[in-house]
């Protein structure tokens, strides 16, 4: 995924130029503010959100070769058969919140 970043001093376009993953959800970029004049360096905390479509890697295989076997306009029912069926698809919980300093808000 591709975003831009902007520098929170001054507006400008910022380069990432590091990273620190610290889970698969959270990622700490590390920034430079392109225009020479600012020189802002910063950090940007990328983190995971929510789930739009859970991956077909946690289905169970007797669902996988279900869907296979189904045609395309049937395949939402077998979903909604399973809703609170044991071994039906629960997202993990949302990580904590941690409580964080006041500052100026980012704009990307």
Do not use: W
């Not at 620190?20 to 959270?26: A, V």
């Not at 189904?70 to 609170?84: I, K, M, N, V």
């Amino acid at each position: 995924m591709a975003f831009r970043v902007r520098c929170p001093a001054c507006g400008r376009l910022a380069t990432i130029t590091s990273s620190n993953e610290i889970d698969l959800r959270f990622k700490q970029a590390y920034c430079a503010c392109r225009d020479p004049e600012c020189g802002h360096t910063f950090v940007v905390n990328v983190e995971f959100s929510h789930t739009l479509s859970p991956s077909a890697h946690n289905l169970p295989d007797e669902l996988r070769a279900q869907i296979r076997t189904t045609p395309p306009q049937e395949q939402a029912s077998l979903f909604s058969e399973r809703r609170g069926a044991p071994g039906a698809y629960i997202p993990p919980p949302p990580r904590p919140r941690q409580e964080a300093e006041e500052v100026e808000p980012i704009r990307f």
